[in-house]
């Protein structure tokens, strides 16, 4: 079965500093590994994925993840934070291709000090 | 860019009362999933839709639920008889064959 963990429940910090948001994983096959951000009264916006090939994903708003095969990880950075970056992230780990429901982590609130 | 809708966006009931929440998946896309998210909780699996039938679903998702695809373009959950504790966020989503959900705003329930 599929798990994911989100190691903070709650991050801070200031305008301009690095974004490290934690996710590990288990699954009992190579798993697809997603980012959603929710910004709050808002649905959940797909910020990255990694299925296949480069471990390394880009995806919006300068975000990138890595996924790490021997860690079961997929931490998601940001090299600078904005005030706009505030909200729930949550990553979620899919064992399928297609039609699979995800398995969603606990989620990470992102606090952005000025 | 298209996206999935859903509606109502806030639904309050009462207790033992039965709701439709709606969702219009992106036309392309042939999964549908619904999602709840209790208060202050992380997202949870309720059950997926393809080809006209249930693919899977969770515990949570038991006789009280249901899911149709009445025409074309929509998707609905019912809840028959509504506790306290289906109060949530419920988000609808959709997929192609490939693997990314696309998620809509949410419909948040309220059961008084």
């Known amino acids: 079965a599929q798990s994911v963990t989100q190691l903070g429940s709650h991050v801070s910090v200031s305008e301009g500093a690095l974004v490290l948001l934690r996710c590990n994983y288990s699954?009992?096959?190579?798993?697809?590994l997603f980012w959603y951000v929710q910004y709050p009264n808002q649905g959940l916006q797909l910020l990255l994925k990694?299925?296949?090939?480069?471990?390394l994903v880009k995806g919006i708003n300068g975000f990138e993840a890595e996924f790490k095969k021997s860690e079961t990880s997929f931490h998601l950075t940001k090299p600078s934070a904005h005030m706009s970056d505030a909200a729930e992230y949550f990553c979620?780990?899919?064992?399928?291709?297609?039609?699979?429901?995800?398995?969603f982590g606990p989620g990470t609130r992102l606090s952005v000090l000025p | 860019e298209p996206e999935v809708t859903q509606t109502p966006s806030h639904q309050v009931t009462q207790m033992g009362q039965e709701v439709i929440l709606r969702c219009v998946p992106i036309?392309?896309?042939?999964?549908f999933y619904w999602y709840r998210q209790i208060l202050g909780q992380k997202v949870e699996f309720l059950v997926s839709?393809?080809?006209?039938?249930?693919?899977?679903k969770s515990e949570i998702f038991d006789d009280q639920f249901s899911v149709e695809r009445p025409d074309g373009s929509n998707f609905t959950l019912k809840i028959r008889s509504t506790k306290l504790e289906d109060s949530a966020m419920y988000f609808c989503?959709?997929?192609?064959?490939?693997?990314?959900?696309?998620f809509g705003p949410g419909t948040r329930l309220l059961v008084l």
């Open positions: 979620a780990v899919s064992e399928r291709s297609y039609g699979q429901n995800f398995v």
């Open positions: 699954s009992s096959v190579p798993p697809y």
């Open positions: 990694y299925t296949t090939g480069a471990t």
């Open positions: 989503a959709s997929s192609e064959w490939q693997e990314t959900q696309y």
């Open positions: 839709f393809y080809n006209n039938e249930i693919s899977e």
């Open positions: 036309s392309n896309h042939l999964y």
